[in-house]
């Protein structure tokens, strides 16, 4: 029993570690470029400017099925509509893969 804790503990070391390579990227002062949704409830964003190498098809995704996600999609479509800049920080993948939003605000 002691030696199946203590695998799954090392099991749950190795796996942590690896979800905490991820980068979180701030960056300030950005246009948004395109906002959508697709996919049942997936909402996108991609910038003006240049985004992280890692993040897949050069967008930033939410999940619109929340309330949070709900906030992004009116916070993006208030930017998008009067060009007014936003701070974005997002989530990049060690490896190429999916980008995901952790906060964005209108500035």
């Not at 906002?35 to 190498?53: F, K, N, P």
Request: charged share 15%.
């Amino acid at each position: 029993m002691k030696s199946l804790l203590k695998t799954i503990m090392w099991i749950t070391v190795f796996f942590t570690s690896l979800t905490a390579s991820a980068q979180r990227i701030d960056i300030k002062q950005q246009t948004v470029a395109v906002v959508g949704t697709h996919e049942g409830d997936m909402g996108y964003l991609a910038l003006a400017g240049a985004i992280h190498a890692n993040c897949n098809w050069g967008a930033i995704y939410f999940d619109i099925s929340t309330t949070l996600g709900k906030t992004y999609l009116s916070t993006l479509y208030i930017a998008k509509t009067t060009k007014q800049k936003i701070q974005l920080v997002y989530d990049v993948p060690a490896a190429a893969g999916q980008c995901k939003v952790a906060m964005i605000g209108l500035q």
